[in-house]
């Protein structure tokens, strides 16, 4: 497409960018956002909703520069090859080195640009979204860059602690002057649990893989059976958790989440039932889907509930 002044803009090429992010997986980082908005929140006026469309921008373009470092490191260090890979992007030269870990410090900025944004709109000058943000920020670079939590068994504590509690909490201190509450950790904590096994699912698919290239994930050091275990109590206890919620403070409209209780059996069987390599293959995307039904009707539960 040639635009003003002559300048060529490559189609195909943002395409591959958007692709590099992952978009898919941005769910996980929405749904924790909304939930911190519906507790801080429940009818937001205007102003509200402008202030969490920054910060929740700055959480997805975040999240965006998470997955680029992640595409760079994972080529750099050779985890990725043409054979197997998670991200065709760089393994089969669709971009290059360059240009994804250039995205990536792009996406780092305009993130902080978003954050900065919605603080000002907020006009709160708590320390505490601050320490959330940069936290956020060390994760996303050093999960598989720097510290490289990913390579150390730490991937699915990382992803349960950023996906469930800081996201919602972040959101809800951001609308809300700087507040803290230990609710939002709690009720938060099941999405993190269910974005924990996303990944799980992720590690156990490549295992094989991870265990060549010298990774040490949970899913490679426990062996398929016991991760496959640990993958079913993952999808079991956000149940417990929400039930848990529903006795304490007396809204038993979440308790209609077990009407999911069929749903999360079949995909935490799924693999038994089928030969190892047809389960281990697509657990990952039926995880994905799994995740993406719960959190939903989590959502509208906690939105009908008014947990404020």
């Known amino acids: 497409v040639r635009g003003l002044g ?22 996980i980082s929405l749904f924790p956002a909304v939930i911190g908005l519906l507790l801080s929140k429940p009818n937001p006026t205007g102003l509200e909703l402008s ?9 997805i ?10 595409t760079y490191f994972d080529y750099t260090d050779k985890v990725d090859t043409k054979e197997h890979n998670s991200d065709p992007t760089l393994v089969n030269n669709l971009l290059h080195e360059g240009e994804v870990l250039n995205a990536a410090w792009i996406a780092f900025a305009f993130s902080m640009m978003f954050f900065g944004s919605g603080v000002v709109l907020s006009g709160q000058a708590n320390l505490i979204p601050y320490v959330l943000f940069f936290k956020g920020m060390f994760v996303a670079f050093n999960y598989s860059g720097g510290f490289k939590f990913k390579h150390n068994c730490l991937g699915e504590l990382v992803v349960y602690l950023i996906f469930g509690p800081t996201i919602s909490l972040f959101v809800f201190s951001c609308m809300m002057k700087g507040a803290y509450s230990w609710l939002v950790v709690f009720i938060s904590s099941p999405l993190g649990l269910l974005a924990a096994s996303v990944l799980l699912a992720n590690n156990v698919r ?6 060549k290239v010298g990774v040490k994930t949970i899913a490679n050091t426990l062996g398929i059976k016991k991760a496959m275990n640990l993958y079913s109590i993952l999808l079991v206890m956000p149940y417990i958790q929400v039930t848990g919620l529903a006795m304490l403070y007396h809204h038993y409209n979440l308790l209609f989440i077990w009407i999911l209780c069929p749903f999360s059996f079949y995909f935490a069987t799924y693999p038994h039932r089928q030969s190892v390599a047809d389960g281990i293959s697509s657990i990952f995307e039926r995880s994905l889907a799994h995740y993406h039904l719960f959190g939903s009707t989590y959502i509208a539960l906690i939105y009908w509930c008014s947990l404020v």
């Open 206 to 211: 490549d295992a094989g893989n991870d265990r």
């Open 51 to 59: 202030i969490f469309s920054f910060i929740a921008t700055c959480i």
């Open 61 to 70: 373009v975040l999240h965006a520069a998470a997955n680029l470092c992640n």
């Open 6 to 27: 002559n300048t060529m803009i490559d189609i195909h090429k943002i395409g591959r960018y958007l692709d590099a992010t992952r978009y898919p997986t941005f769910t």
